[in-house]
């Protein structure tokens, strides 16, 4: 079956601590997107990355890292200069991100990080 | 560049009511346009999509048409039920990267 895997569903961490987000997919996509996603809020981009070895930032990248050593792994560092690091983060990846389309995402089933 | 804007909620219905989400875009050249679904504690799933002017994507009793004259994408359900209760989201893809609206709750009571 082919998806998206995201690892742990929920991640505890005291403050001042780095963390890392697991995110797989074995969809052969050649894009891979990590979202922020907070209580009744929409999603907010955080890094893409169009192709291995290459990303971007998104809209709230800042104290975050990303890291696309692989086609199919885009794990997420949260590291301690993210000031306010508590939320549901959700992974997606599609077949490319841009271009004539239609290019759907596909998301995992995200990871709820709680920093104490 | 590239935007959605959807209706705010949060939309509280009695089921089997008759259910409309607004969706508008902005957006260069020709976007595909999608509806995602979001049950809560999950990940979005796609619902829905239309790729071209005039298409409607359908899929389990929701609809939505691809209006360029309007640049709009509303999502319309005739008759829903509790279980259609989630967070709602419209988008699309083009020539640059996704966008997505902020979600419209929906809360459908039986």
């Known amino acids: 079956d082919g998806g998206i895997t995201q690892s742990p569903k929920y991640l505890f961490r005291k403050e001042g601590q780095n963390v890392t987000l697991s995110c797989e997919q074995n969809l052969n996509h050649d894009a891979m997107y990590w979202y922020r996603q907070d209580p009744g809020q929409g999603l907010r981009l955080i890094y893409y990355s169009q192709i291995v070895n290459d990303f971007q930032k998104g809209d709230i990248a800042e104290g975050y890292s990303v890291s696309r050593e692989k086609k199919e792994s885009f794990p997420l560092t949260v590291t301690s200069a993210q000031k306010n690091p508590t939320a549901f983060y959700l992974c997606?990846?599609?077949?490319?991100?841009?271009?004539?389309?239609?290019?759907?995402?596909?998301f995992g089933p995200g990871t709820r990080l709680t920093v104490t | 560049g590239n935007s959605v804007t959807q209706m705010e909620g949060p939309v509280t219905l009695s089921e089997e009511a008759f259910l409309t989400i607004n969706c508008t875009y902005t957006?260069?050249?020709?976007?595909?346009l999608f509806w995602y679904v979001q049950y809560p504690g999950e990940g979005l799933q796609l619902l829905l999509k239309?790729?071209?002017?005039?298409d409607k994507g359908s899929n389990k009793g929701f609809e939505a048409t691809y209006r360029k004259e309007t640049t709009s994408f509303h999502l319309e359900k005739g008759s829903v039920q509790v279980s259609d209760s989630a967070v709602y989201f419209c988008a699309l893809s083009g020539v640059s990267i996704s966008s997505f609206g902020a979600g419209t709750t929906v809360t459908v009571r039986a």
């Open positions: 997606a990846s599609s077949i490319t991100s841009m271009g004539q389309g239609p290019y759907e995402q596909y």
């Open positions: 239309a790729t071209k002017a005039d």
């Open positions: 957006a260069t050249g020709y976007p595909s």
